[in-house]
């Protein structure tokens, strides 16, 4: 249609005329930008000079010209397919293997992907082939050019390629065996660090080590899997819930970077043997304070470690942004109101548990009460409690621990979780001394909280005159906003999301898609869902020594709980979340009795 464009690089008057004439900006404000840029030139690639006026997009009202939006219209225009680059998902050891770092920056270009077929290269400028040219000779398959965020391939150039470099040096450090042939030479170069003598020779397990911690920040991740194999070692991300894996290391180079974690969390690096628990503070790339737990697993092929990421800033959230509905909110609120007495939050390991507590203690933590927690371990260190760890080689446990707080005048105590009759006991005695007790238990839902402290030997009438309410609670994914679908509701999932409740479908559900933004998962955070149960009157008479589960869900349910699924069902019709991922999170209603009266949702 057209004839040819001649090779050059992209000039910003040339994409300014362009998006004129797409009707994407007007001219007048191209002026101003050039103005501005005259004074002030950008050394950036056009494109982000463009972004970086924030022009509003006609085509998509309430939105601004981003630099993405900026990289999809060059690449429609030009004709190359867009690519947004997703570090998780490149095999880093692969593609940088297919061209040298310095072809590559002259170029500007970034290979993300190598197959049998073909080698798949993101450019940022499309008018350029001669780099081809040049580089197809040296390749068995096929070159195949993709356009991708200008910003984005100058980056990932310098960090995949340092990162691989780093990997290699390890590698070859390990096997000549000089700094780094050891797990005690590495210690000493720590040493050595410490007293201003160290070496360069140990700084490649350093970049590897500070490349997975920033892509886990920048990924949302709660967890950092770090798990060693026979000949490689496996990292993955736990984001949303879900596990991905995100690299691998040779096992010399693995046990390395385990050392070298294990050293910054203040672990024996010596002993391999037995579990150690130990901690890391250090900040995210945009400056945020961030901890992280780190565990230590001895397994078959070295040892194990997860690194737990807690985000202080999780705790500013008020109780409606971790999902508490309306009422939920309200019901919560009155409990941590009360004077004293206990409240249990209960769920599975990774339900949200600790966020909902330490947010609640820290809204409860002003400077006229004494706020005390015993916990196994600390998750995260809060300045404004008074914080102690359960220590069992010294006898200091739950139960002694809660003993000692008494004795520190305090006003609210959180106790870590409540394992056995001791623990309890003592919580309870706190309660009935005038103390606001929260605590943690491992149930499926929240009657069966009462059913563990009867199992446990707390006796019923103990249970009555001290419980506030229960808590059960799920964290579901969200549907990611960006590529989220309407579709016709299934009949049977809904059926067996609702129950035997009289709740109808809404018009449309969403459907998880996929897309980059989300990591072609279709879902992008996660959200609460809680089944509270408030104390009443007649919830207190069916709590009895020879209490029936069944009895206590149902005497439950008609003093206005709501089951967990259908707490979730309210997230299905507000779109926040699908079917699927509701029925997945949580477990199906128990058995009920015939003369229950079904529940009506709303």
């Given amino acids: 249609m057209n004839k040819p464009i001649p090779e050059h690089r992209l000039e910003l008057p040339e994409l300014l005329e362009a998006l004129v004439a797409d009707g994407l900006v007007k001219r007048e404000a191209t002026r101003e930008l050039n103005i501005r840029l005259a004074n002030n030139p950008d050394p950036r690639h056009p494109l982000a000079a463009i972004a970086s006026a924030e022009w509003d997009n006609p085509q998509a009202p309430g939105r601004k010209l981003t630099l993405e939006v900026l990289t999809q219209w060059l690449a429609k225009r030009s004709g190359l397919p867009y ?267 990774g339900s949200g548990k600790t966020t909902t507590l330490y947010s609640t203690l820290r809204h409860l933590a002003t400077p006229e009460v004494n706020v005390c927690t015993i916990e196994d371990p600390i998750e995260l260190v809060e300045p404004r409690f008074n914080q102690m760890q359960v220590q069992p080689g010294i006898d200091l446990t739950f139960a002694s621990g809660v003993r000692a707080l008494m004795r520190q005048d305090p006003d609210i105590i959180m106790v870590g979780e409540i394992r056995d009759l001791e623990t309890a006991e003592v919580a309870i005695q706190a309660a009935l001394t005038g103390h606001l007790v929260l605590s943690t238990l491992h149930t499926n839902d929240a009657p069966s909280a009462v059913t563990r402290l009867l199992d446990l030997g707390v006796p019923a009438y103990l249970i009555r005159s001290t419980l506030l309410g229960v808590v059960a609670q799920r964290l579901l994914r969200k549907l990611c906003k960006h590529c989220k679908k309407p579709v016709e509701p299934d009949p049977g999932a809904w059926q067996e999301l609702v129950g035997g409740t009289h709740i109808e479908p809404p018009k449309h559900v969403h459907h998880a898609v996929g897309c980059l933004e989300c990591r072609e998962t279709g879902y992008l955070g996660r959200t609460g869902i809680y089944e509270m149960l408030s104390m009443t009157p007649a919830l207190k008479e069916a709590i009895r020594d020879d209490a029936d589960p069944v009895h206590l869900r149902d005497a439950a349910l008609r003093s206005g709980m709501m089951p967990l699924r259908i707490a979730g069902s309210q997230k299905v019709w507000t779109g926040l979340t699908t079917v699927e991922e509701v029925i997945r999170t949580t477990p199906p209603a128990p058995p009920r009795h015939p003369e229950q009266a079904v529940p009506r949702g709303s």
């Avoid at 270009?109 to 350029?128: G, H, M, N, R, S």
């Avoid at 780093?166 to 590698?171: E, F, G, L, T, W």
């Avoid at 194999?229 to 046990?255: C, E, K, M, S, W």
């Fill in 83 to 349: 690519l947004r680059i997703d570090p998780l998902s490149i095999d880093v050891g692969k593609v940088t293997s297919v061209v040298s770092y310095a072809f590559a920056t002259r170029a500007r270009i970034l290979p993300v992907k190598v197959t049998a077929d073909e080698v798949v290269l993101a450019t940022c400028e499309p008018y350029l082939r001669e780099w081809e040219r040049d580089l197809q000779p040296h390749l068995k398959q096929q070159i195949r050019r993709v356009l991708a965020n200008p910003l984005d391939v100058e980056r990932y150039l310098v960090e995949f390629y340092a990162l691989a470099r780093s990997v290699k040096a390890s590698q070859k450090e390990k096997a000549s065996g000089p700094a780094l042939g050891s797990v005690q030479n590495l210690e000493q170069l720590t040493q050595l660090g410490r007293s201003g003598k160290l070496t360069a020779d140990d700084h490649h397990v350093v970049a590897i080590v500070d490349w997975l911690l920033q892509y886990a920040f920048e990924q949302r991740a709660s967890d950092i899997h770090i798990e060693p194999r026979r000949d490689a070692t496996n990292v993955r991300f736990r984001i949303d819930g879900v596990l991905h894996d995100v690299y691998q290391v040779p096992a010399a180079v693995g046990t390395a970077v385990t050392s070298r974690l294990k050293i910054l969390a203040r672990m024996d690096v010596a002993e391999k043997r037995k579990p150690q628990d130990g901690r890391i503070k250090t900040r995210s790339p945009d400056g945020k304070e961030i901890e992280l737990r780190v565990s230590s697993l001895p397994t078959a092929f070295g040892e194990k470690l997860v690194l737990r990421i807690f985000d202080p800033e999780v705790l500013v959230k008020d109780f409606a942004e971790l999902g508490f509905s309306g009422n939920d909110g309200a019901r919560w609120q009155e409990m941590i109101d009360q004077p004293h007495g206990i409240i249990l939050v209960t769920g599975p390991t």
